[in-house]
């Protein structure tokens, strides 16, 4: 198809700051509609694309997986949208957060006090930290 323009997909991968592996996969699970193709069949990325594509890796580093990622892009589209729904996602999510912090917390009272421990034993002959990992072992 002569004359056709878009992104390449290293452009998009440099753009979006998401590897073009990455962008791969997505097309192979359906993340990412899969782009139109030159006559050579090198992919060619449209701006609805990179919007897209955006959409995923901010609800990535939010921490959304995969499965919640397409319920929320199908949600996404106009005729489709739904607060209620998007709710149910996004509050099963926060919860997930919410323990993570409390193990978080857990952890990091657990490794204070083992430093602490640690602090005047340069030479011990026994070390709580080493204890505490051969014990999980």
């Known amino acids: 198809m002569p004359g056709r323009t878009g992104l390449t997909i290293g452009k998009l991968a440099g753009l979006s700051g998401v590897n073009l592996e990455t962008i791969r996969y997505y097309e192979r699970i359906g993340l990412m509609p899969e782009p139109g193709r030159t006559e050579g069949g090198h992919r060619l990325y449209e701006p609805a694309h990179r919007q897209r594509l955006a959409f995923i890796r ?17 949600l ?9 729904a998007v709710r149910v996602i996004v509050s099963d999510h926060l919860q997930d957060v919410r323990t ?5 917390v857990r ?10 421990r640690c602090r005047d034993t340069a030479m011990a002959p026994s070390c709580s930290v080493l204890d505490l990992l051969e014990a999980a072992a």
């Open 58 to 74: 901010r609800a990535r580093e939010l921490g959304f997986g995969i499965d919640g990622i397409r319920a929320l892009l199908g």
């Open 76 to 84: 996404a589209e106009p005729h489709r949208r739904s607060c209620e």
């Open 107 to 116: 952890l990091e009272a657990i490794l204070a006090g083992t430093v602490e």
């Open 100 to 104: 993570k912090i409390a193990d978080l």
